[in-house]
């Protein structure tokens, strides 16, 4: 069965993973790159968690730090691109995916809180 946060994660996890890597590669840069890895990559860990919760409790706190995570995730990658750090084909398309898982996440916690 699809479960589109959890593929859409996913896939995110593995984009952000390349774009870090290039960075690395290209730049020679491992601070904002390694920021922008832990965050991007734990969306998709807390969405995966989420799917094993005990309890609606739980569900919504993974869903929580999922949804933080992405902000975060979209911050670094505007900082990344606004301050030239790096930009590659990629760079425009991670940021359109970021944003819209937090819409999707930000769906889940409103329904999922209003269910409670």
Do not use: P
């Not at 896939?11 to 904002?32: M, N, P, W």
């Not at 911050?75 to 760079?91: A, G, H, M, P, T």
Request: glycine letters at 4%.
């Amino acid at each position: 069965m699809e479960n589109v946060i959890v593929d859409k994660s996913y896939s995110f996890a593995v984009g952000i993973t390349k774009f870090c890597f290039a960075i690395q590669d290209h730049r020679r840069e491992y601070i904002l790159s390694h920021q922008l890895l832990k965050s991007g990559t734990s969306i998709g860990a807390n969405v995966e968690e989420s799917q094993g919760a005990i309890s609606k409790a739980e569900f919504i706190a993974k869903i929580q730090i999922s949804f933080k995570e992405a902000k975060e995730t979209r911050y670094w990658l505007r900082l990344i691109k606004d301050s030239d750090v790096f930009q590659n084909e990629n760079s425009e398309q991670l940021l359109k995916d970021c944003n819209e898982l937090i819409v999707i996440l930000t769906s889940i916690l409103k329904s999922s809180k209003d269910k409670r």
